[in-house]
């Protein structure tokens, strides 16, 4: 019912800027929490940032925290994450997610909608 598309992956030198979205085709988005995740070959899925439903509230990983911001326009539909100071470690499959409820977790199984995931790659 609710497909998300992740976008602005791409390379980058360590200590550079991201910007990435996901995009929701259905307008029900807007009462989800929200979360980024990412996956790296060989690694299990790891909880980067999440946003409640309105925005209000927002939560980090704390191997990205003071570096990445995570947001969200409702009215459009579109969740981002701003990536700062890039760190290798940081080169990861980025995945978007929603998980019907109001606030966000950091547990994967709890989100049920998930995008296409989109690669950084943050070189050393």
């Known amino acids: 019912q609710v497909q998300l598309v992740e976008s602005g992956g791409g390379l980058v030198q360590a200590g550079g800027s991201l910007r990435l979205s996901c995009a929701a085709s259905?307008?029900?988005?807007?009462?989800?929490?929200l979360a980024w995740f990412r996956q790296a070959p060989g690694k299990g899925r790891e909880f980067v940032a999440g946003i409640n439903w309105s925005g209000g509230s927002t939560y980090y990983a704390d191997s990205v925290k003071d570096r990445f911001t995570i947001s969200r326009d409702n009215a459009a539909n579109t969740m981002y994450l701003q990536m700062n100071s890039l760190k290798p470690e940081d080169t990861s499959v980025y995945y978007c997610a929603a998980s019907g409820a109001t606030e966000p977790a950091a547990d994967s199984y709890r989100y049920v909608y998930w995008g296409q995931g989109t690669q950084v790659t943050v070189s050393s």
């Open positions: 259905k307008r029900a988005f807007s009462s989800y929490a």
